[in-house]
């Protein structure tokens, strides 16, 4: 999995400061207190007055404070990591090659499209549709990062390499759901991938979805890693 966590060591750098104020702070406030003045200078004569039980309650409120910002820090971090590598495992998924790298996978590298693909292709050679996914009822969760997002209400999406995603064409039979390529010559692969969803007359049922010659597509289903998988891999570095 990549690691897209590029602000680590600013994060890291803040996580320390975070935790070497707040710690002492909750356990000790006074401490922490007398450590902070030591880098005050003290007028001649003037006495250091400990804090009130007062000024302890606010200096540990300040403390949790200070822990719960490092724990929207590091989960902000996580959550953009984990969105960036979950399209780029999608798109992968999908077909996608590695001839590019992309920057946001999920705005650069899957593509939705909201055109209609319903019609019966014109070439007389059309080329395959490989992969599916069903929509409804699962939601997949990397639908609503995606650029051109198709809707959750959506019955089915397909992916294509991104040059021929306005080549796809989709017509419902009673018995099947057939996707083809309006094309004369094979999609060539592409680093970017076309997701194009299509509503259903009526439900899939136990219609199969098929391409050229009825051979039944693959259908895939895609999602985003869970958290334990972002932090085992920006733990791991993996």
Not at 16 to 33: E, G
Not at 188 to 196: E, Q
Request: hydrophobic share 40%; with cysteine; proline share 8%.
């Amino acid at each position: 999995m990549r690691n897209y966590w590029s602000l680590l060591p600013v994060v890291a750098i803040c996580v320390l400061l975070a935790l070497a104020y707040a710690v002492p702070t909750l356990i000790r406030p006074q401490l922490t207190d007398n450590v902070l003045k030591a880098f005050r200078p003290v007028a001649s004569g003037e006495e250091r007055v400990p804090l009130t039980d007062q000024q302890q309650r606010k200096r540990r409120m300040a403390a949790g404070g200070v822990l719960l910002a490092m724990f929207l820090l590091i989960g902000f971090n996580i959550s953009l990591n984990r969105e960036a590598n979950g399209c780029y495992l999608v798109s992968k998924a999908w077909g996608a090659d590695d001839s590019m790298t992309y920057d946001d996978p999920c705005l650069d590298q899957i593509i939705g499209d909201t055109q209609k693909p319903d019609g019966e292709p014109i070439d007389k050679n059309p080329q395959a549709v490989e992969k599916y996914q069903v929509v409804k009822d699962k939601k997949p969760k990397y639908l609503q990062w995606i650029y051109g997002r198709p809707s959750y209400k959506s019955d089915l999406v397909f992916g294509v390499p991104y040059k021929c995603g306005f080549d796809i064409k989709i017509k419902e039979h009673p018995d099947k759901i057939v996707a083809v390529l309006d094309m004369s010559a094979p999609c060539p692969s592409d680093s970017k991938v076309r997701v194009v969803a299509t509503n259903l007359k009526q439900p899939l049922g136990d219609r199969k979805v098929v391409t050229v010659g009825d051979k039944p597509l693959e259908q895939i289903n895609p999602e985003m890693p869970g958290w334990g998988t972002v932090l085992k891999a920006l733990a791991t570095g993996g």
